[in-house]
């Protein structure tokens, strides 16, 4: 299914969801990185094989935040108990728990009155593609 080139990314719990205004523009990679482990058989043969990692991988992503609503909506899912889901704007969905949510307020404009850099750490527990 193609994703639209406008895609906000979706925060959801089940019972509330939220859309956020502006994408994040930086993040980690969500996904666990590769444990490859190589052994010799009796005969002298070299195998490879991929371990797969049954920890949680942390996975962070930034960006900025131009009001205080985005910046409220933000806090209150960093500090939501449950496990919840974040799709991406690739329409992958992410089943996350936040470890913690910076926000870094910057000087207003005569435009813009809340200004905010961020950084939001999650524990990521499994995703769909």
Known sequence: ???PANYRWLFDDGVTTYRVPINPNKMSSPFPSKALETSVNLRGVHRTLRRN????????????????????????????????????HLGRVFNVVPVRFN???????????????????VLVLGWTL
């Not at 962070?60 to 974040?86: C, M, N, Y």
């Not at 926000?103 to 750490?121: L, N």
């Open 1 to 3: 299914m193609p994703v």
């Open 53 to 88: 990692t049954l920890t949680p991988n942390e996975w962070t992503f930034s960006g900025v935040i131009r009001d205080i609503d985005h910046h409220d909506a933000l806090l209150l899912w960093s500090q939501k108990q449950i496990a919840f889901d974040i799709t991406d």
């Open 103 to 121: 926000a870094t307020e910057k000087r207003p404009s005569a435009r813009i009155a809340d200004k905010f850099d961020y950084d939001f750490t």
